[in-house]
């Protein structure tokens, strides 16, 4: 609570010192905009609050939001195309820009002022955005973007650099990053009480900065270690990466307006922004599998249960489907056979509802889980009705057969679990558990690494400390780590797979990383839904028509690089579903 009061602070006083700034001007300078601040005058530090108050946000709302559909953690019924439909149409990067744009001048001016540790966060924020981007869209504006102030065409309308070039240089901004946050706060000088408030994520602590670059660097090297040869990089930072929880890059939510919340809470978005969103049945799915305890932390219980049970009707009885009996919902099994209704079973989804199949040769599925249920991905256009919920309505939502996010977490604007989560220390395990797997020396085997992965994540989500009672009192699940870890169907088996599985699950709220693990590994193995927009997860995001616009010949270009794919419909090259430089002739995810 009290980072999140840092955030609300920092901006505060930021239109404090603009306000104040400007109130003093004589009559001669009356023109000059009272509320706008000259890049001239801008503090380095409050350019540095902007710079990483904007980037988390941007992150941590994808990452909670469309990652989190794509990943099949989450679901939004009711006007969910885009989140559980893969309907993705095209998307801005004006944001993105906006952000480095600022960062550039903060950049400007710690070499000005021979400020090292604003210049190593400048730069590690510089490789933080551009690795975005280029995750996401892929070729873009790198190397002559942001000099729309100088002159010449060439600055006006920027050449898109390549995928793999962006990853280049977010690299080599990385590495150069990393002398500049040498020593701890005492030998920086430039750091004061300011620069401490305004640095939201390591109040001021260059040697946390220092571990954060050399774990982005990891997350890069991972990321292109299918098109690279990385492994000697990769042992040379091993042993200098984030080493525990209290390492890892996240915000706290300040929840003072939309825009500083928890996004889907029902404060700012009504109750009906808040009830569409509910699990997935594939994670739910999984975790019951694995008896996980982390569901608890996620979901909230259905109100009423369903239990199949041929003896709570009359015998011969095969029309009537459902029976309620002291608050359990009872559903007739020769009914439902009769109706074309069946269990719902991840293994057999995608031929209980094919994509693209004729309507009428589809099941209807119902789900018995007792106590946490959810939404089979692209169920269908009215999947507010899913689980027979005959009182669904679009409008409002409503399922009494269906999780939701756990309230007393989720439906809040901030909360001690509820913050930005950009990279993780568990995330940093899976990585070297998947470097170890490899057959790279990364001071630990594979296994180690993994569990200490699974560890992080249970001890991120407090399971086992502050939600323990709700664990003891859920019957579907162990009890304890050391239970957990000992399952074989969560013991480490020596296969990538299990190590990305379960960076999936422990990337709950945070998809961002789990969707470029699945791009480059296919794993988890995800079906599409009958209901999907088209026949597979799409790969990136299309480039917006503002920018094929503006700059239509290098857009062009960019495009024409693109490998469109069975799936891109009438899109052209310019698709969700075409292959970018970092997934073309993988074979990966599809």
């Known amino acids: 609570m009290k980072s999140a009061k840092k955030v609300v602070l920092v901006m505060c006083v930021f239109f404090a010192i603009i306000t104040l700034g400007n109130s003093c001007k004589k009559f001669d300078v009356l023109n000059t905009d009272p509320n706008s601040i ?28 469309i990652f989190s559909g794509a990943m099949q953690q989450t679901y939004q019924d009711a006007f969910g195309n885009t989140f559980s439909g893969y309907q993705w149409g095209p998307e801005s990067w004006a944001g993105n820009y906006s952000i480095l744009r600022d960062n550039k001048l903060l950049l400007q001016k710690a070499q000005t002022n021979d400020w090292k540790f604003h210049q190593g966060v400048a730069l590690t924020m510089r490789a933080f955005n551009f690795g975005n981007i280029a995750d996401v869209w892929g070729d873009a504006p790198d190397s002559m973007a942001l000099n729309g102030d100088q002159n010449g065409s060439e600055n006006l309308y920027p050449a898109f650099d390549s995928q793999e070039a962006i990853y280049a240089r977010v690299i080599a901004d990385l590495q150069a990053a990393v ?19 305004s640095d939201v994520f390591y109040g001021g602590d260059p040697a946390k900065w220092q571990k954060l670059a050399y774990s982005l660097l990891l997350r890069y090297y991972m990321r292109v270690s299918s098109k690279m040869d990385v492994k000697a990089n990769v042992e040379a930072i091993a042993s200098k990466v984030i080493a525990d929880n209290d390492g890892s890059w996240v ?4 929840g003072a307006d939309q825009g500083t919340s928890y996004q889907f ?36 219980p259905v109100v009423t249960r369903s239990v199949v049970d041929a003896a709570k009707f009359a015998p011969g009885d095969n029309t009537t489907l459902l029976n309620v009996v002291n608050g359990i919902r009872y559903i007739n099994p020769a009914a439902a056979a009769a109706s074309k209704f069946k ?8 031929q209980d509802r094919p994509y693209g199949a004729v309507a009428a040769s589809i099941y209807s599925l119902y789900d018995t889980s007792a106590r946490y249920v959810g939404i089979p991905i692209s169920y269908s256009n009215f999947d507010f009705e899913y689980n027979i919920n005959g009182t669904g309505t679009q409008s409002t939502s409503l399922n009494d057969y269906v999780s939701y996010l756990r309230r007393d977490i989720y439906d809040n604007p901030t909360g001690d679990l509820l913050n930005q989560k950009l990279l993780t220390y568990s995330e940093v395990c899976f990585d070297l558990a998947e470097a ?23 001890d991120t989500w407090k399971v086992f400390s502050d939600y323990q009672s709700d664990v003891n009192d859920y019957y579907g699940c162990v009890k304890d780590f050391a239970s957990y870890i000992a399952q074989p169907s969560v013991k480490f088996n020596n296969t990538l797979q299990r190590i990305i ?14 969707f470029m693990d699945w791009r480059r590994t296919g794993y988890p193995t995800l079906n599409v839904g009958w209901a999907s927009y088209r026949g597979a997860i799409p790969l ?5 028509n503002t920018e094929l616009q503006n700059n239509a010949a290098n857009g062009d270009a960019a495009i024409a690089k693109l490998k469109p794919s069975s799936y891109v419909g009438t899109d052209g090259n310019n698709s969700s579903w075409s292959k970018f430089w970092l997934v073309d002739g993988t074979g990966k995810p599809w």
């Open 179 to 197: 002398p500049l946050l040498d020593g701890s706060t005492t030998d920086h000088p430039e750091i004061t009480g300011v620069t401490m408030s």
């Open 343 to 350: 269990q719902f079973d991840t293994a057999t989804y995608a």
């Open 501 to 514: 599985e379960q960076k999936w699950i422990a990337s709950w709220q945070a998809c961002n990383e789990a």
């Open 251 to 254: 915000m706290p939510l300040p």
């Open 540 to 544: 990136r995001f299309a480039y917006d």
């Open 436 to 458: 170890a797997l490899k057959g790279w020396n990364v001071n630990g085997t594979a296994e180690d690494w993994y569990n200490k992965g699974v560890q992080a994540s249970f």
């Open 38 to 65: 000259t890049p001239s005058v801008a503090s380095p530090d409050y350019l540095m609050a902007n710079v990483l108050t904007q980037s988390a946000m941007w992150y941590g709302n994808y990452g909670s939001g």
């Open 265 to 300: 809470c029902s404060k700012f978005n009504g109750p009906s922004g808040y009830n569409r969103n509910k699990m997935c049945g594939t994670l739910t799915m999984k975790l019951k599998a694995l008896k996980d305890p982390r569901i608890v932390i996620m979901a909230e």
